[in-house]
């Protein structure tokens, strides 16, 4: 077992290891039962046709009033359901109807996670067929708001929780799920959940919101889909105190107790799922995300969707932005407010594909690039103090402490707020950008909408229409001197659910860098003429099905050329193939 663990800590892949070796299962052998030696132990899993009261329960399968005459005769639902049968259309027309009713988001959040657990292709059906509407609703800001009162609003638990407990034990915990064939993990900490802080066990909303956009938004089949909470503790004083919350009561653990469950988990996964599983860290505090980015890369198919998918994200509206702008990327002038996860791995991308363009070194390019964090602008003097992610962004210049400050001395042509940290583009900052900038591009990438660097209203406002504006949380159209911009919702939603299925349907066994910059092109070609018009440097959500696809089959493409593919031969038309990969949530007729 120990020998296995290292290999997969080297990064030995699982097709060319002995067949019978423990670890790999998950290709074929899917409950590990045939690869499992003596030690470890095995589920005895049973299977039995749904049907009757257990059917109606059956989230997966149920249909409610959808169930035809035969079905009914057929499945032992007579008189279990009154004798309407109503279509799909119907039912939809009908939630839809039900949930505008709420005024409340947090009520058409839990409306939303009630109808999951009640019937996931309606749950599906909606949230594609009204994707802007429902997106703020089951995603940010709403999801953010849910989190902090998670333990309140609990009705029945989502994903899987691994905590301290589960040490030792965290295999078996994973053969708990009733699903066997995993393909996309999300996992937290709960430690960074948005811009909100340390949420705890809690940040269970997260995980589950991503994955309810890998299926509406990217197509992954839900029952592949894995949600994981890791609960190590928390140090947010008032959820210990909170008499609903419901994780660990005691201060986060860190160092080798945290690596060493991480650990854990990260080995079981792939023991028990495979080398393809993909594994997606989300909302981590920014030293362990890159800490497990680093160790795990080159062993696991491991994504950071705040570094990574953020970066493809902004990068791809960037690269649409200068069509607005005009120059190069290579002429442009970046700042940013917030050196974390999101700001530095932003910054790294840019500098990669200007580097990419124009063939000059990435430590030439870096230097068009500059950080501001909590103590000002990262300049060389502070190197020595830097944590390591910021080192490579210390540049020659004086100290400068303030942001405004900042944007006084470097002049940037684009501004990009990442801190977590709401109204820090004052009134004071946009007007100096707005004052060397014919068009200032505003990147206020915090979230969720409470935590916004500013407003959408306020940056068309202070710079009297001419900003190009995109947010992480999503903002309403503005009108302004007569004219009506829509601002762009600058979120990995757009790169992660399509990203993830470029892996999934080239079964790739590592992400590459050059994915993500395919990734980033993928979205930056789908914003039309009309969307710039208005301002726009993304392309409308309402085609994000669409663009998925476009993204999947330039990440799989990248996979194949990097020879990191397993599914083999090579689809000829990528964008077809991902498509009809896609989860339809149409409902089955059972037989
Ligand atoms: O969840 C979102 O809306 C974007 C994101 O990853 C974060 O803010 O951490
Ligand atoms: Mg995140």
Redesign the pocket.
């Known amino acids: 077992m120990e020998s296995t663990l290292k290999e997969m800590r080297d990064g030995a892949s699982v097709l060319d290891m002995d067949p019978k070796s423990t670890v790999g299962g998950g290709v074929e052998d899917v409950y590990g039962e045939d690869r499992a030696t003596e030690d470890i132990l095995v589920t005895p899993w049973t299977f039995s046709v749904a049907s009757g009261y257990t059917l109606l329960r059956d989230p997966h399968h149920n249909k409610g009033l959808s169930f035809t005459e035969k079905e009914r005769d057929a499945h032992y639902l007579r008189g279990l359901l009154p004798p309407a049968i109503v279509s799909q259309a119907l039912q939809e027309k009908k939630v839809m109807h039900n949930l505008r009713k709420y005024q409340v988001p947090l009520q058409r959040y839990m409306a939303m996670m009630d109808l999951q657990e009640r019937n996931e292709r309606l749950f599906y059906k909606l949230l594609i067929d009204n994707v802007e509407e429902l997106l703020p609703v089951v995603?940010?800001?709403t999801?953010?708001e849910a989190c902090q009162k998670y333990g309140s609003i609990l009705r029945r638990p989502q994903g899987l929780y691994i905590s301290l407990k589960e040490k030792g034990k965290i295999l078996e915990v994973l053969k708990n799920w009733p699903k066997k064939s995993i393909q996309v993990i999300v996992v937290t900490d709960g430690e960074?959940?948005?811009?909100l802080g340390d949420l705890g066990c809690q940040g269970m909303g997260?995980p589950v919101?991503?994955l309810a956009l890998y299926t509406a938004l990217g197509g992954i089949r839900p029952s592949v889909c894995l949600p994981v909470t890791i609960d190590v503790g928390t140090n947010n004083e008032q959820l210990l105190k909170d008499e609903f919350y419901i994780g660990l009561r005691q201060r986060r653990a860190t160092g080798q107790e945290y690596s060493e469950l991480l650990h854990e988990f990260m080995c079981a996964v792939k023991q028990n799922y495979g080398e393809k599983v993909l594994i997606q860290f989300?909302?981590f505090a920014n030293h362990n995300a890159f800490e497990l980015l680093a160790k795990y890369g080159t062993t696991h198919l491991v994504f950071n969707?705040?570094i990574q998918?953020?970066a493809s994200v902004v990068l791809a509206g960037v690269v649409a932005a200068l069509k607005l702008v005009g120059g190069t990327l290579a002429e442009q002038t970046f700042l940013f407010l917030g050196a974390g996860e999101?700001g530095t791995g932003i910054a790294e991308l840019i500098a990669l594909e200007m580097s990419k363009q124009t063939k000059a070194p990435l430590e030439e390019t870096r230097k068009k690039i500059w950080l501001v964090d909590s103590k000002g602008l990262i300049v060389s003097s502070r190197k020595e103090s830097l944590q390591h992610f910021k080192k490579h962004w210390a540049h020659e210049h004086e100290p400068v402490k303030t942001l405004l400050d900042a944007v006084k001395a470097i002049k940037p042509t684009m501004l990009i707020g990442s801190s977590?940290v709401g109204q820090t583009f004052t009134k004071e900052v946009v007007e100096a950008m707005a004052s060397f900038n014919e068009r200032p591009v505003i990147f206020a990438?915090?979230?969720?909408t409470s935590q916004s660097e500013c407003t959408a209203e306020e940056a068309y406002s202070w710079t009297k229409g001419r900003a190009i504006f995109a947010s992480?949380?999503p903002f309403d159209p503005v009108e302004c001197n007569g004219k009506v911009f829509v601002p762009g919702q600058s979120?990995?939603?757009y790169i992660f659910p399509g990203f993830g299925l470029g892996l999934v349907i080239s079964g790739a066994i590592r992400v590459h860098d050059d994915m993500l910059l395919a990734s980033s092109e993928a979205l930056a070609g789908q914003v039309a003429e009309e969307n710039f018009e208005k301002g726009l440097i993304y392309p409308p959500f309402s085609n994000i099905r669409k663009i998925s696809a476009e993204i999947a089959a330039n990440v799989a493409a990248k996979a194949y050329d990097l020879g990191l593919a397993t599914r083999l031969p090579r689809p000829a038309n990528l964008v077809k193939y991902a498509e009809s990969c896609m989860y339809s949530p149409v409902y089955r007729s059972y037989r």
Do not use: H
């Open positions: 995603y940010t800001p999801v953010g960074r959940i948005l811009g997260i919101g991503k989300e909302d969707d705040d998918g953020t999101a977590g990438l915090s979230n969720p992480g949380s979120n990995n939603a």
